[in-house]
Each structure stands twice: as C-alpha cells, then as structure tokens.
C-alpha cells in the first residue's frame, strides 16, 4: 500500500461533503505545477515538480521552459546511478532528493522513470534503470522510499510500454500479455507493492490500441485491482485527450489543468455520463495526497535547514557517481601512476556531459571538472580540446606518459522528445582514438553517454571507463576512479552490442507511422544475446575492479522445492587482491530444455536476485539469496495468471550474465495444477502427452491404422516418419478420416470433465 493509505478514510469523509463542483475542481491540475485545493474544507493545493536525479523546480509556474529553474545539486541520472546495483545507494539518493523537495515547498517529485531499456536508441534512456526488469524494480522501490521517508511524494513513470520517444504522443505500443507481464510491467509492480509508492504517472503512448492515460485495463483492473495500489494515477503533462474518458479509466489528476477543465467534468457527472464513483475515487486519491502533503509541511514549518547544504549534496553526488561508473576494460594502465604527465583530449575532460536534455534537465549548483582536479592535484597535464586537431594531440602524447581521451554525443543528440539515431560516437572521436591508438603512450577512454555506443577502436586502447551521465560532480568521481581514490564497483545495467544490428528491437523500433510492434517479444537485452548466441560487445552486469574476486560453490538445503517454498541460496565470495573492493554477485535462473520447453518459448536465463558487497584484500564473506514462486514462474496468458512449470532448473552465480561462476541445479514442482483445455484443434502430440489422452487416441489410431493397411500388412503406424506427422495433426484429422464426429467429440468431453 501507500503511503497515502493512511489518509483514505479522512479523504472519503472530506468527498462525501463536497459538491460535484468540487469534486470536479480536484481531479484536473491548477496550471502547469500546481493541483487545486478546496478552500471551504480547507484543503490547501499542493506543487510538484521534474527531477528524478534533481529537483527542477520552475521558478515562472506559467512556463515549462527548462532553463528557469531553481539552482541544485545534479546527482547521477537513471543510467549511471543503476550502475551502482546498490539499493542503499539509490535510497540515498532519493532521501537527499525528497529533502530538497520540501526546501523548495514540493509535495510531489516526479520520478524516478522505470521504463525498460527496449532499444538502446531510446532518447530518454539516459533517466532510465535497466533493460532487465528485476534490476530496474529493485532500484526503483529503494528510490521510492527515500523520497518517502522525507515526507515527499514519489511518482513512479511512465506506466506503461513508453520505450521510444519517437511519437511518443500517439504511437501505439502492440505488446503481447506475455511479454507485458514479465518484461514491461515487474519494475512498476514493485515499485507498487514493495516500493509502496504513493503515484503513478500513466505515459504518452497507447497500448495494445488504448491510450495510456484512458486505459482501464491498464489504471483499474492490472494497477488497482491486481496489484492492489490505492495512491494517485497522474497524467503526463499533456497525455490526457479526453477528460471523462479518463477520469472513467482511472487516471485520478489530469496536468498540467486547465480552465474549462472542472466543467466538462461537472457536467459530465451530472449527465452521468462520468459515473460518480470514478468521481468520487478520483477525488480521494487526489484529497489523500493532499492531507499528506499538508501534515508534511506543518511538520516542516519549524525546521531549521531551511536551505539546501550544497556542499554536502554535491559530495554525496560524487560519492554516488563513484559506485557508478563501470570500468569496461583494463589491460593495466589503471590506477594512473602520479609522477608521469598525462593528456587529455576533447572538451568533456574540461567541462563533463553529465545529464542529457528535457523535463529532467537541472541546473546545477557546481560542475566538477576532471582536468581542473588533475591539476589542482598536482599532476602535470597537456589539454588539447579540439577532436579535429589530430596533429596537435599525437605531437602531445609523444612526450605523456599516458592519454585521457573523453569522449561522447553532443548535447543535442541525447533528449527527451526524439530517439538517437545512430550507436556510433560523432566520427571525429572515433578518428582521434584510432590515431592515439597508434602512439606509445597508453590510451584511456572516458565515455560520457547516456547508454550504449560502439567501440570499433576497444582493441586500440588499453583502459575504458563508462561514466554514463553521472550528475554534477561525475567530473570528480571520475578523478577517484583514474586515481585509485575509488576503486571502480559499477557494473553495467544494460549491455552493449557490437553494432546496431545486433540489437535486439533492429528490425521493429521504432516502427511504422503510430505503431510499434514489439516483434523481439521477450527476448530485450541480453535474454536476446543469449537466445540468439550472439557475443555484445559488453554483457550486461560487466564491470572490472582493481582487485579480484573468487567464487566459492553455490549452496542449497535440498535438492528438490515446491514452488510455493523459500530456497535460501548461499556462496562465499572472497577478495583474492591486494586491495579493498566491491563485487556485484548476481543470480540467474536457467531451466533445462525440457522444463523450459513444453510449446512456450523462454529466455536461457534471467537475473532474479543480486547483492553488492564490499571485501577487505583477503576477506571472505557469505552472500545469501532467497528465491520464490516468481522467481521460476512464467506468466501463462491462456489462464491469465502466473505458473512454473515442473521440471529442473540450475541456479547460476557469477560476476556478469556472461561469467558465471558457480551453478547449482534443483528441481521445483508446481503445486498448481494446470488445468487443460482440448479442443478439436489440439495437436493429437498434445493429447498424446496427457496419460488419458494416449489410452483414448491409441484406440483411434489403430482403427485409422487398420484401414489403411498396404497389399503385404504393412500398416501406416509401423513407419516413425509417419507417426512423428501423425502427432503433429489437430484431433479434427479424425473426422476428416472417416471418424464419426461424435466419437471424437467423446474424447474431448472426457478429458475436459477430469
């Protein structure tokens, strides 16, 4: 439940005092950033604003111009900030963020996006978590409750199927229930019913040929009756088309409000054509934030931090970026060695890329830059900014000891609003490496991006640091990992391919005209490198360290589980270096071929758990995982429901999705039965599994076999080719074979009664 569910009763008694006119007055927002109030019950109005990795306050509520906003601490953006693979982290973060909030008088902060990583093209991939949905709902249910132990709500976006910014206002996004169940809609169940997060933000697009902002399936029977959410559906700003539509679907606040807006709603009430317990429901939800957001800033009124401390925010961010960052390769060359001079080339070592354009943009209290540092550091430093002075940067690096190349898309390339077109860096950096390459001096590779790029140079260079978009202070956080101040522990939330082609949604994102049809179906990131055995370029949970670590064996109690038990699952990692480090060890669970099989397609393996530790140079520590049903389950459309299929499946332990270290196999055994339907369409090889089945189709293939004997005896059955067709027939073969229809009808309402 949310947060909010404290306020539900008081909020059904203010409702059922008002007038439809105030009822109707609350469920549409006042302007851009401010819901209405009820003056005569003396509910005040609240504000919410942009932020998820920084409150974007406007400073004109009359404009959503991005430049006019309040000064904050940037921290890390979603695509950073996952590398970290760090609940403790991301709580921070949003602790700090929910904080900053209430200074600046907001109720609500609109984040934190956790929306699959479908495409690496994504425009807006840069605010996002994950292609994996564990990982991302992980992340986002740690954020969530750091905002909301500040008294701040959180809105969790953008519910749902809102992958591509291309058309986002109007393209329908044609997802299959299978897939939307376990790839497209788990991060925002968790944020649900572990994050308890108090909003939800229904997005742009339509889904399955509804729109998001009107879809009832989507807001009422899925979000509220399933998975039992009682807070406040938000519209994006923008995304309501129809107001009625919407109030009637689930959607509780439309915004940004407008004038007219409480008289069509009225009026519609009044006709009843809006029925008047979708009013009413949407009133409360509005009301409950409301009575929150009131007892928040009464408890505030008295406080003594009245001003955001930016120093200690901007450390926390440099901290946090630090946990971030993945160091991709390292043939040796890092840590950097002081004494020696060093290089630096291109724009970004002086002034970081660090978020990317749009409703997240923040303007930013103090920007760390890496060559500023270096040098107020003491080390000797060259800068040569120009990527198209390759002469310049190659006369440099024969005097350096080592070169820093930073390197990334322009900031015009990476926003909200449109998707990326290209994986390739601008030509010019990817010359310039390619010509340092060729140079004596150790090249290193700082990447400033919000997701993946191609890296047709990496066998050039000796060192690559992914530094993502990694807020304000990224520029010091990078100094700390360069150095061995901070001993990198990211690891990569998304993976990497070679190139475009090998990306999973190629051939489909981001569609034609207004649809988009998520053709790859499950098989998003790296369940479809697997699948298709295809090498990226970097594996998803890829990430080096300056120490090393090992894996002792994966430890269970017992070999066999019902689906319904807890499996504790146990291993020992040990730091095998000479330094202090922290190891992200992930879970994945495989089931054999057989279990996996039975006429469903499924992924090779998929991330269930994982746990960041942190060892000492020699230490050991027992990291424990406990798995359940949903970690083995499949979500069977046909019956509307979760279900595991009985069978064998291997536990795998390792340091990437790619380096599996330790694996262990168990069988798990359904405890729900599965109840089948036959249809004269079943395949008679479906039937034939079923025990009753055989016995019945036995008697009817030797009848069919018996009448079709040759001149020497030979009947059809004695043939293997022909009994393998045999079994791939629908039962209706039968009648077509002179088989009396009632007969065949017989078999099924037999099988059917069980």
């Known amino acids: 439940m949310s947060n909010l569910k404290a306020y539900v009763n008081r909020a059904k008694e203010l409702v059922a005092e008002m007038t439809t006119a105030e009822k109707a007055n609350l469920v549409s927002g006042r302007g851009m950033w401010e819901t209405r109030g009820c003056d005569r019950l003396g509910l005040k109005k609240a504000d919410v604003s942009d932020g998820p990795h920084g409150v974007r306050k406007q400073l004109d509520y009359d404009t959503i111009s991005i430049d006019k906003s309040v000064t904050t601490v940037c921290f890390p953006t979603g695509s950073c900030i996952s590398g970290s693979w760090d609940t403790q982290a991301l709580a921070e973060m949003g602790e700090a963020l929910g904080k900053n909030a209430k200074l600046h008088d907001i109720s609500m902060l609109l984040g934190p996006g956790t929306n699959i990583k479908r495409s690496p093209l994504c425009g807006r991939n840069f605010e996002y978590f994950s292609e994996d949905p564990h990982l991302s709902g992980e992340l986002a249910s740690a954020y969530i409750k750091g905002v909301q132990s500040t008294g701040v709500s959180a809105c969790v976006k953008h519910f749902a199927g809102n992958n591509q910014e291309t058309r986002r206002l109007t393209v329908d996004a044609l997802i299959d229930e299978r897939t939307l169940r376990e790839i497209y809609l788990p991060a925002f169940e968790k944020a649900v019913q572990s994050g308890n997060v108090d909003a939800v933000m229904s997005a742009y697009n339509t889904l399955n ?44 606040l439309k915004m940004p409000g407008f004038e007219g807006d409480p008289g069509k709603i009225e009026e519609a009430a009044n006709s009843g054509e809006l029925p008047a317990e979708a009013l009413d429901r949407a009133a409360e939800c509005v009301v409950s934030f409301l009575l929150r957001a009131a007892e928040t800033k009464e408890k505030d009124e008295n406080a003594d931090d009245k001003a955001e401390d930016f120093e200690t925010n901007h450390t926390l961010a440099r901290r946090l970026a630090g946990e971030s960052m993945a160091l991709l390769k390292n043939s040796g060359v890092l840590p950097l060695r002081k004494g020696g001079k060093l290089l630096m080339v291109g724009e970004y070592a002086k002034e970081p890329h660090f978020q990317g354009g749009g409703s997240s943009h923040v303007n930013p209290y103090r920007v760390d830059s890496t060559l500023e540092i270096f040098a107020e550091n003491g080390w000797e430093t060259a800068f040569v900014p120009d990527f198209e002075d390759t002469a310049s940067a190659l006369e440099a690096a024969a005097s350096c000891d080592a070169v820093l190349v930073f390197v990334g898309a322009p900031e015009s390339e990476e926003s909200e609003g449109f998707d990326r077109e290209t994986l390739d860096l601008p030509e010019a950096q990817n010359k310039m490496i390619f010509a340092l390459g060729e140079a004596d001096a150790p090249v290193v590779v700082v990447l400033f991006e919000g997701g993946a790029v191609t890296m047709p140079w990496i066998a050039s260079v000796d060192a690559v640091l992914a530094a993502f978009f990694p807020g304000e ?58 699948k298709k055995d295809i090498e990226p370029l970097f594996p998803f949970g890829h990430g080096l360290s300056y120490t090393d670590f090992s894996y002792g064996p994966a430890r269970m109690e017992k070999q066999s589980y019902l689906d319904d038990e807890q499996i504790d699952v146990a291993v020992d990692i040990r730091n095998t270096g000479e330094f202090a480090g922290k190891e992200i060890v992930q879970l994945y669970v495989k089931p054999d071929a057989a279990t996996s099989a039975k006429g469903r397609i499924s992924p090779v393996k998929e991330l269930k758990a994982f746990a960041k530790v942190e060892l000492a140079a020699g230490e050991s520590k027992e990291v424990r995982f406990t798995l359940g049903f949903r970690d083995f389950a499949f979500y069977d459309a046909l019956v509307g429901d979760w279900r595991v299929n009985t069978g064998k499946y291997q536990v795998l332990i390792g340091a990437s999705s790619a380096d599996v270290r330790s694996e262990e196999e168990i069988e798990v055994v359904s405890t729900r039965i599965e109840k089948k339907v036959f249809t004269r369409d079943s395949l008679l090889g479906e039937i034939y599994e079923d025990e009753d089945g055989r016995v019945l189709l036995e008697k009817l293939i030797e009848t069919v076999n018996a009448g079709m004997s040759g001149k020497n005896g030979d009947k059809p059955g004695d043939d293997e080719a022909y009994n393998k067709m045999m079994m791939t027939m629908p039962l209706k073969t039968f009648i077509l074979l002179g088989i009396p229809a009632e007969s065949v009808d017989g078999i099924l309402d037999a099988l059917n009664a069980r």
């Open 209 to 252: 040929g509804a729109s998001c902002s009107q879809n009832r399936r989507l807001l009422t029977e899925i979000l509220r009756e399933e998975w039992g959410f009682d807070g406040m559906v938000v519209s994006d700003w923008g995304a309501v088309t129809d107001d009625v539509k919407s109030v009637s679907a689930g959607n509780d």
């Open 473 to 530: 202070a990224g520029g010091g956080a990078v100094y700390d990992i360069l150095t061995g101040a901070v001993n990198p522990s990211g690891k990569l939330a998304e993976s990497f391919a070679k190139k475009l082609s090998d990306t999973p949604s190629y051939l489909f994102f981001p569609g034609e005209g207004d649809v988009s049809n998520y053709g790859e179906s499950l098989f998003v990131g790296y369940r479809y490198y697997d």
